[in-house]
């Protein structure tokens, strides 16, 4: 399940939230307390909703190797954004990842490992790169 957490909301768009947007920040927080997991975050303004089914179906992958490091795992980036004009992210087919606080060659080498060479997995300066690029 993703959602979205208030630290990482900033406070000039706090004052925008809406009835559900609250109500799914407790959620997220009540889960976190009960079951003592993380899950999939959202950066604020992220559609994950657009992602082709090939992309859409590591994300599951993506959340249990960050929490076996426990690692909250935050998608910040989608189509939104400026991405080179040749990106995978226009087409649907490519996430970003925020860094992992702790172990980041390790989980980077496990995302490769696990989703295989038809994704290609890039360790980038503030996020890890994430694109479904079928070889063959």
Same mark, same amino acid.
């Given at each position: 399940?993703?959602?979205?957490?208030?630290?990482?909301?900033?406070?000039?768009?706090?004052?925008?939230?809406? @009835?559900?947007?609250?109500?799914?920040?407790?959620?997220?927080?009540?889960?976190?307390?009960?079951?003592?997991? @993380?899950?999939? %975050?959202?950066?604020? !303004?992220?559609?994950?909703?657009? %992602?082709?089914?090939?992309?859409?179906?590591?994300?599951?992958?993506?959340?249990?190797? +960050?929490?076996?490091?426990?690692?909250?795992?935050?998608?910040?980036?989608? +189509?939104? !954004?400026?991405?080179?004009?040749?990106? %995978?992210? +226009?087409?649907?087919?490519?996430?970003?990842?925020?860094?992992?606080?702790?172990?980041?060659?390790?989980?980077?080498?496990? %995302?490769?490992?696990?989703?295989?060479?038809?994704?290609?997995?890039?360790?980038?300066?503030?996020?890890?790169?994430?694109?479904?690029?079928?070889? !063959?």
């Amino acid at each position: 399940m993703v959602q979205a957490t208030p630290e990482r909301i900033p406070e000039k768009q706090k004052k925008h939230l809406t @009835t559900p947007t609250i109500l799914r920040i407790l959620f997220y927080w009540l889960h976190r307390k009960l079951t003592g997991k @993380t899950t999939m %975050l959202l950066k604020l !303004g992220v559609d994950i909703s657009k %992602l082709h089914r090939p992309i859409r179906k590591i994300l599951n992958h993506i959340e249990n190797i +960050y929490q076996q490091h426990n690692e909250e795992p935050v998608i910040t980036s989608t +189509y939104e !954004g400026t991405h080179s004009p040749s990106s %995978l992210h +226009y087409c649907h087919d490519a996430v970003d990842v925020r860094n992992p606080t702790t172990n980041r060659d390790e989980i980077y080498k496990e %995302l490769e490992q696990k989703l295989g060479k038809d994704y290609d997995v890039v360790q980038e300066r503030r996020h890890i790169h994430i694109e479904y690029d079928p070889k !063959g």
